[in-house]
């Protein structure tokens, strides 16, 4: 079944950095768009940024807009968020999953986090 593991996420102050890592399997990682998602406490999972199959197009909420990096390697079935310039609005557990997911694309553990002083 698909499957997503998510790491790399912590505590840090802001302005500070963090590089968040997923590893996905059950499905053919190459052929998908992919993308990270987030959940602030108390707030509605969202889309921060996204990446084709073969990293051509990538695009980023507004919000990190300048920030985060998105990349990804086929090789490995991973995709990483490089989060510069950490703001406490940043402070969300994070996701993977398929950009164009469907209900049977279950959501991993994500990755918590924490940008505070």
């Known amino acids: 079944q698909v499957q997503f593991v998510e790491s790399g996420g912590g505590l840090v102050q802001p302005g500070g950095s963090l590089t968040l890592s997923c590893t996905a399997s059950g499905f053919t990682f190459n052929f998908q768009t992919m993308g990270w998602y987030r959940q602030p406490p108390g707030k509605e999972r969202e889309l921060v940024a996204s990446i084709s199959s073969a990293a051509f197009t990538k695009n980023y909420a507004d919000a990190v807009k300048g920030r985060f990096t998105i990349s990804r390697d086929n090789a490995k079935k991973s995709v990483y968020l490089q989060m510069n310039s950490l703001a406490p609005e940043d402070t969300a557990v994070y996701y993977c999953?398929?950009?164009?997911?469907?209900?049977?694309?279950?959501w991993g553990q994500g990755t918590q986090v924490i940008v505070s002083s």
């Open positions: 999953n398929k950009l164009n997911r469907t209900p049977l694309d279950s």
